[in-house]
């Protein structure tokens, strides 16, 4: 029971792993020179050139990964290079039903052995700048970037643009490391490498700046305008001079909206909104699934093959990310609803089962094919009730395809200008900025998370977005605490304790057994009012010893009656905020500090002053680095 006096359960931290070694990684280390370094962290400019050469490298990385991705379609089902695999209306032979079993397998041995090599669990850019002030191993990148070429390659229902971010911000995390930068730096440029990379996969860099802001930097920040800006107009040309990215819709021709056009479209992303959820609830399921099974971790992406090898020979556009797939949507004679509606519950279960197995990869294009279907549905099922109410059939799509990646990626500014950037369609972008605020709110409110976040929770962190609170975490009580106080014995004799302790000499003294072990502690101010008639402290510790108050302090008395806060203490590891909470919770002024749970050893003092005022400077500097107001460039 004492326990929950010590650690309430609801303030639990949550179980992390310990960051991954990050320079650890011999090969990978650099030593740049002390110039190189002084003048980055001295000119902002020089952030802004890093900015620039993250989104270049990003956009290089971004065509690599999508080649390697494509030859392995082209090798594995004998499609041509500039062609999609999704595209497919059938597998040219059976047997190619198997390569997501053999692809799975891969994936789950080389996982195993990965696992068994690196202890700690990979970080992604939005766990990274959250708890974690930017820091992510360019080696693990590197990993997760060749497991996600493995999976979509051979198949999985899962996208690349999960590498493309993984990969870009994690060499802009190692660039930023060897050049030192400050936590603000760093996890601006490590915004800037997933700016870079998706500006590159659209070729769309007001869509890679926002995705920036609003996923992995969790904030529009002015101070962050100009490198991330930099990054993703660097991805974007980097992209047009490889010949990657680009139009995957095609050109929309304009079409004026009504008002019941405005007012359907706003019930398609509300639809939209609904069906994202669930998609991510079916993920969850799926993994709850194989993690309760028998099978071995080893084989649960083989497993996870065989379903979409079946599938496949259903409609091979459940298949890898859907980019050729979700270009049909456009075609002149779209597929009958009937199925449609058969390739979205197809394509959503071979989505969440491919996640759910273990196959690496995210749900960003996934998620706008699903939401292209949807459009398409929406539109078939209004023009079966109602031909006159039916929005144009493109427009739905488009509206369809941001709506879901609202739902599930997040990003509602990132999604209405990927929807300008594709189309050059300005009043439809002023309908979707409408549609995305709307889902964005709904999802928020029904269900809290995005998809990246709600994975984060399951594993057991608290964050909904990635702004920076690994500082707090970073905050605690063993580097707040003070351990030069004042301990006694318990039994301390009143009189002995007044003569070392006399008024103003300190405010709380900490009292520990005769085995060295925390007992309680003892304000001065109560042992110096004991020889006072009839004040309140002296009648409750009366009432404690049996109901008498005395009009002084007895000769053999001791402190024992003065002790307060008995069973309640902080431990060094507990964060700020724990701190606080637990200040508030025993209405006490200062608490203080063991060893362990276990071992009660008095270590420190800590008062709820200290606390505040420390908490209220962080806050202060996080909101200064935020803005850029404390950018002076110092070194």
Known sequence: MWFALVLPPEVLPPLMPAPAPIFSEKVLRIDVPAILRGIVRRHELGLILLGLITGQIAGIFVAGIFFLAGQMHKLLFGIALESHLSSLSVLSHPLQALVPVVGGLV??????????????????????NALRGGTMSLLDSLLITGQTILSNGSGASVGLEASYTQLGSGFASWLGQAFRLRRADLRTLVACGSAGAIAAAFEAPLTGSFYAFELILGSYTPFGLAPIGAAAVGGALTARALGTGGDFIGHIPAVALSNSDMALLLLLGMICGLFGIGVMRAVTTAEALFRNSRIPIILRPAVGGVVLGAFALI??????????ALSDLFDEEAPAIGFLFGVLLLKATASAISIGSGFRGGLFFASLYLGGILGRIFVGVTAWANPTLAPDAWLATIVGMAAMAVAIIGGPMTMTFLALETTGDLPLSIEMLAVAAIVSVMVRRMFGYSFATWRLHLRGESIRSAQDIGWMRDLTVGKLMRSDTAIVRSDLP??????????????????????????GMVAVTDAWLTEFQNNPVQEDFGREKGGKSDTGAPKDATITPLLRQKMCVLLPEMNVKMAAQMFERSESEALAVVADVKDWRIIGLLTESQVLRRYTQELDKARRDLSGETWSGEG
């Open 107 to 128: 994936v789950g041995v080389t996982g195993h052995f990965i696992q068994t090599w690196r202890n700690d669990r990979p970080i992604d850019p939005i766990e990274a």
């Open 494 to 519: 009143l009189a002995r304790f007044k003569r070392e302790f006399p008024l103003g000499s300190a405010q709380w003294v900490i009292a520990a057994d005769t085995q060295g072990h925390y007992a």
């Open 315 to 324: 409609t091979p556009h459940v298949l890898a990310s859907g980019h050729g």
